[in-house]
């Protein structure tokens, strides 16, 4: 996984809330074992009913196609856990979604991929997303996650809030499996255990 | 110290804590399906790691197979290539896998279950969101993503942070033609698609139960629609019969040691929660969603709601969802005109759901013009169903009956419907273009999605049995 330590990129504003997992990255039938993720991040408003591209949509507007940093509104990424959601955005060249909050298995796969998951209390969101209006991709912002901040045109730094363990994670890429199996031992004394305490837990067979 | 059931299950299953602060919860039952499966093979193979407990993990062909009588691989091309490389990665792995001919085929959070696979107090995983279905057994359920999938098939554990509790308290008596799936949409209409994050949702109070087996698990189905990840009911005498005797469930004495372990499992009574929501249903009525998202619900009697009706946070998504919907404010939800009526996916899809929508189309036919389809949760539901004449009462209403799978809950399995068509639907999400472009998707119960079929258009089940509300 790659390390998230500092990103500096131009912030793309979509600030409605509950933007679901099926808008991120739908299903996308016939497409086979290997998904190009890039083309089906905003699978259907990147396009017109007609397939074209549709102008209004933000990531299609010049100034936001290299975008970076995604800003957006409450419970972003909820539904579906297909991680296709997280992998599309990374596909398509962001490392930060600053939102007012996240749906938790989103989050989850957000962390496990070394996208940043920023989120902003109420007042520190308005006054960002204002900001990034006002800048409407002529400037960049500057995501710290070593010192839990962002800076950019329009205002003074905004200080943000991530537990010290996902930090931890982000900033050293950390294998998660890697991390896990040095307590192999612990699992294994937890098995012995559950072996005497509820042994049907620790056998699955078919008893008919 | 007073406990509740969610404590129990997690500080029993708590094999150690990581460096990052994780605690890592051992995963008694690891269920995989054919969409996300050859990632994580993948992945342990590049890397070269074993799968470390194949005997405790499970696999399932259930979001890509047809439905369509004779099927194979090959029926929906789309999914070929999945099917074959699940049931390679399974036998390279010593997986035991419900393949697309297996008797025992069907949705996973319907087969294992059915299978006793899934026992109270054990914990469970599955990379599909609506895992915790299992809850209704009393199972700690997780739907997980790609990479925590492969996470739990190399270690079998999940690195969690331990979620808050919450205890959702549903009291009162059901009026008839009224059930779980209303009951659910109710509450997520109440607290919102984002109202259980960051909890662990414990459903008790005496509609709880007063609920068969097969209802727990539709409430439980929806526990994610409202954005909680884990939900489940305490398991009680009926949970156990219910049981009882299933294929993968223990037996003779290991039954009867497990059976006295699961009795002090429910909660202890002055156990605390974080946080508590109430639900009186005594007077609910049959719920159908009139929007794009779940909390998007009214009552069968109702209108869609006016704007100023609204929480004005909620207004934007209202509108993009009248537009969407081709619904206007204030109109009634009854009376819309349906083109399609889906009876399936793992939140109404057992038996019983089935019956209660086939008692509706009995010696009916469903209106001109209405195409509708029942798709049984598994393999052995359909069986059972065929046991009892259900296929032929939904076949005779003009009903297609099919194979065991997703079907149109994702449309993963190239059942959809076409563009613009109105379709009342048994499954969890009304998302735009969800089952199939433009489709406008109304969530709504297995008896109220009968009651349309044959209404052609959406339909109060209680005016089809009168004398009986
Ligand atoms: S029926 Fe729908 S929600 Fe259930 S497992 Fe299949 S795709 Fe997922």
Not at chain 1, 177 to 206: C, F, M, S, V, Y
Not at chain 2, 11 to 35: C, K, M, N, P, T
Not at chain 2, 184 to 199: D, K
Request: with cysteine; charged share 25%.
């Amino acid at each position: 996984m790659q390390p998230f330590t500092t990103y500096t990129g131009i912030a793309a504003p979509m600030l409605s809330d509950d933007i679901n997992t099926d808008q991120i990255a739908p299903v996308m039938h016939g497409r086979g074992l290997q998904e190009d993720y890039k083309t089906t991040l905003f699978y259907r408003a990147r396009r017109r009913p007609d397939g074209s591209e549709n102008p209004d949509f933000v990531l299609n507007k010049p100034r936001f196609r290299n975008a970076g940093i995604l800003v957006t509104g409450n419970n972003f990424g909820a539904g579906s856990s297909r991680e296709s959601a997280v992998w599309s955005m990374l596909a398509g060249g962001i490392r930060c979604i600053v939102a007012r909050s996240f749906a938790d298995i989103y989050r989850e796969n957000c962390l496990q991929n070394g996208l940043l998951p920023v989120v902003l209390a109420s007042e520190a969101a308005d006054a960002f997303a204002a900001r990034v209006l006002a800048a409407d991709g002529a400037a960049p912002f500057t995501v710290d996650l070593v010192r839990q901040r962002i800076s950019g045109p329009g205002g003074a730094d905004i200080m943000f809030e991530i537990t010290a363990a996902d930090r931890m994670r982000l900033m050293e890429g950390l294998d998660d499996i890697g991390l896990t199996l040095k307590h192999i031992d612990e699992i294994a004394n937890w098995e012995r255990r559950a072996a005497a305490a509820q042994p049907w837990l620790q056998t699955a067979r078919d008893g008919r | 110290m007073p406990s509740t059931l969610f404590d129990k299950i997690w500080d029993f299953h708590l094999a150690g804590r990581r460096v990052d602060g994780r605690d890592l919860l051992y995963i008694d039952r690891h269920v995989l399906h054919e969409l996300h499966a050859h990632h994580g093979f993948a992945r342990l193979e590049k890397e070269g790691r074993a799968v470390y407990r194949p005997d405790l993990t499970f696999a399932v062909q259930d979001h890509t197979v047809a439905t369509r009588p004779g099927r194979d691989d090959g029926t929906n091309p789309s999914g070929t290539a999945f099917i074959k490389a699940m049931r390679d990665g399974a036998r390279r792995n010593g997986i035991r896998l419900f393949d697309v001919d297996d008797p025992e085929q069907g949705i996973s959070h319907v087969v294992a279950p059915e299978m006793g696979i899934v026992l109270p107090g054990a914990t469970h995983a599955v990379p599909d969101s609506h895992a915790s279905t299992v809850g209704g057994v009393g199972a700690l359920a997780f739907g997980c993503g790609t990479t925590e999938m492969t996470h739990i098939l190399a270690t079998q554990v999940m690195a969690l942070a331990r979620p808050k509790r919450m205890r959702a308290r549903l009291d009162g008596r059901l009026g008839a033609h009224v059930g779980a799936k209303d009951v659910a949409l109710r509450l997520i209409a109440e607290i919102g698609v984002a109202g259980a994050r960051g909890y662990a949702v414990e459903y008790a109070g005496s509609a709880i139960a007063a609920m068969p087996i097969e209802q727990r698990m539709t409430l439980c189905n929806l526990n994610v629609e409202m954005g909680g990840r884990s939900g489940f009911v305490a398991p009680d005498e009926a949970t156990f019969a219910w049981l009882a005797g299933r294929p993968y469930a223990p037996k003779g004495a290991m039954w009867d040691r497990a059976l006295a372990y699961w009795r002090t499992l429910p909660t202890d009574d002055d156990a605390e929660f974080d946080h508590e929501a109430v639900l009186d249903c005594s007077s609910l009525e049959p719920q159908v969603t009139w929007g794009i998202d779940p909390s998007q619900v009214v009552g069968i009697s109702d209108r869609v709601p006016d704007l100023v009706e609204l929480d004005p946070a909620r207004r934007p998504a209202a509108e993009s969802a009248f537009a969407y919907m081709g619904v206007r404010p204030g109109m009634p939800v009854a009376g819309l005109p349906v083109d399609r009526v889906f009876i399936g996916s793992c939140t109404n899809s057992r038996l019983p759901d089935l019956e209660i929508a086939a008692a509706v189309v009995r010696g009916r036919r469903i209106a001109p013009g209405v195409s509708a389809m029942v798709v049984p949760g598994s393999s052995s539901v359909k069986r059972a169903a065929e046991a009892a004449g259900l296929d032929r009462v939904f076949r005779e209403a003009g009903f297609f009956w099919g194979e065991s799978g997703c079907s149109m809950c994702a449309g993963g399995n190239g059942d959809r419907g076409a563009p613009g068509e109105r379709c009342v639907s048994t499954t969890n999400r009304n998302f735009e273009n969800r089952q199939g472009p433009r489709v406008r998707t109304h969530l709504a119960s297995p008896a109220t999605a009968a009651a349309s079929a044959i209404a052609g258009c959406i339909a109060d089940v209680r005016q089809m049995f009168p004398g009986a509300a």
